[in-house]
Nanobody, 120 residues
Framework: QVQLVESGGGLVQAGGSLRLSCVAS????????MGWYRQGPGKQRELVAL???????NYADSVKGRFTISRDNAKNTVYLRMSSVKLEDTAVYYC??????????????WGQGTQVTVSS
């Protein structure tokens, strides 16, 4: 079994910073992409940032220049550094990973989500 567990969410003032972490554990042979998605109140889930196995990254236009995704491959961990947060960044943030488990099949896994609330 593979699990993704997020941490680091909470309440932050507008303009402040926060760092989210996500650890993948279980029968993992290799991880391709890891990323962060979010779902705000009344909105659909959207991509925030993605880190592929080659080190490349992609960001939603709304977070470019403010958020930074990074990975520690030795720890199967992905981070999201959120800076200059805005009220509209309020959402549940989900960790996502495309990885090969013990069956050598590429599958997508999701974490349970961590709430980020930005206050004025």
């Amino acid at each position: 079994q593979v699990q993704l567990v997020e941490s680091g969410g909470g309440l932050v003032q507008a303009g402040g910073s926060l760092r989210l972490s996500c650890v993948a554990s279980g029968s993992i042979l290799s991880i391709n992409a890891m990323g962060w998605y979010r779902q705000g109140p009344g909105k659909q889930r959207e991509l925030v940032a993605l880190s592929n196995s080659g080190g490349g990254t992609n960001y939603a236009d709304s977070v470019k220049g403010r958020f930074t995704i990074s990975r520690d491959n030795a720890k199967n961990t992905v981070y999201l550094r959120m800076s200059s947060v805005k009220l509209e960044d309020t959402a549940v943030y989900y960790c996502n990973a495309d990885l090969y488990g013990s069956s050598w099949q590429l599958k997508t896994y999701w974490g349970q989500g961590t709430q980020v609330t930005v206050s004025s």
